[in-house]
C-alpha cells in the first residue's frame, strides 16, 4: 500500500459524540484525546512522515469560555501523559499556529514537548492550535512585506515558493491526504494553502470512534485515488 507522506486531519464530531451519550462537550475532547493517542501510534507504524492535526481552529474562541479553557486543560493533560511514549517512538512534536495566544500553563506544556522530541527524527506530528490558514498565509506576506521593503528580497523573485517558505509548514510537504471525521464536507480554514492538491477523505465516524482500522480504511481509499495534479494520466 502506498503510505501518504503527510496525512492531516480535522479531528471533528467530539461534541456529537458526547451529547449521543448525555455527557457534556469537554468529555467528547477528552474522548478524543485517548483516539489521538491512537492515532499518532499507528500513524508512526504504517510509516506515515508528517502527521498534522486540526486541535484548535483560531474561529474556535467563538465557543463558550469553559469549552475553550477545558480544551486547554486536555492540552496539558496529554502532554502529560504522553510525552514519555512520544519520545520513546521518536515523534518529533511540532506546533502550527499561533499558539503563544494559549494559556500559559498550555503554553508551558508545549514548550517542554518541543524541547523534549526536538531531535527524534520519526514522525513529525504537527498539532495546529489556533490555526487558521488564512492567518497563516497573511502571517506570510507581512512577512515577506517586510523583508522586501527591507530590500532582503525582491519583488521579482517572489514565486509560490516564497509563500510557502514562510508558513508553519515551511520544508514540509503539502498534506497528501486529507480526512475529515464527523462528516462534513469543508475544510473550516485548515490548510488552505497547502491542501490545493490534496485528497480529501471524510468519514462520518466521529473523531472519538476512529480508529487506526478507520486510518487504514482512509488510506485504502486513497490507494483508488489517481492524482493528477492537472496533468493527464
Ligand atoms: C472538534 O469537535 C474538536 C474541536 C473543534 C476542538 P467539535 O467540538 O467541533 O465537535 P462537534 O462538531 O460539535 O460534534
Ligand atoms: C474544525 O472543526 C476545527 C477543528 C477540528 C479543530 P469545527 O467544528 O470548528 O468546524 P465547523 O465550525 O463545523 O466548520
Ligand atoms: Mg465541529
Do not use: C
Not at 501518504?4 to 457534556?24: F, L, Y
Not at 510537504?173 to 464536507?185: A, F, H, K, Q, V
Not at 473523531?207 to 486510518?215: N, S, V
Request: no cysteine; proline share 3%; charged share 25%.
Amino acid at each position: 500500500m502506498n503510505i501518504p507522506q503527510h496525512t492531516a486531519i480535522i479531528m471533528d464530531g467530539n461534541g456529537r459524540w458526547a451529547k449521543e451519550r448525555g455527557m457534556v462537550r469537554v468529555q467528547g475532547h477528552n474522548a478524543g484525546m485517548k483516539s489521538l493517542k491512537e492515532i499518532v501510534k499507528a500513524s508512526s507504524t504504517m510509516g506515515i512522515k508528517y502527521l498534522t492535526v486540526y486541535a484548535f481552529s483560531t474561529e474556535n474562541w467563538k465557543r463558550p469560555q469553559d469549552e475553550v479553557s477545558g480544551i486547554f486543560k486536555l492540552v496539558v493533560k496529554y502532554i502529560k501523559q504522553e510525552i514519555k511514549e512520544l519520545d520513546a517512538n521518536n515523534v518529533r512534536v511540532n506546533i502550527i499556529g499561533d499558539w503563544h495566544a494559549l494559556p500559559e500553563d498550555a503554553r508551558a506544556s508545549l514548550q517542554y514537548a518541543l524541547d523534549t522530541t526536538k531531535d527524534n527524527d520519526g514522525l513529525v506530528f504537527n498539532v495546529a492550535l489556533n490555526y487558521g490558514g488564512r492567518a497563516e498565509i497573511l502571517k506570510s506576506v507581512k512577512t515577506i512585506l517586510d523583508k522586501v521593503a527591507s530590500g532582503e528580497i525582491s519583488q521579482e523573485d517572489l514565486t509560490e515558493d516564497t509563500i510557502s517558505s514562510y508558513l508553519y509548514t515551511a520544508e514540509m510537504p503539502d498534506p497528501d491526504l486529507i480526512i475529515r471525521t464527523g462528516g462534513e464536507y469543508r475544510l473550516s480554514n485548515f490548510l488552505t494553502w497547502q491542501s490545493a492538491y490534496s485528497e480529501l477523505y471524510v468519514t462520518d465516524v466521529y473523531w472519538p470512534d476512529f480508529t487506526p482500522a478507520e486510518l487504514e480504511k482512509a488510506i485504502e481509499a486513497y490507494n483508488g485515488r489517481e492524482r493528477r495534479f492537472g496533468g493527464l494520466k
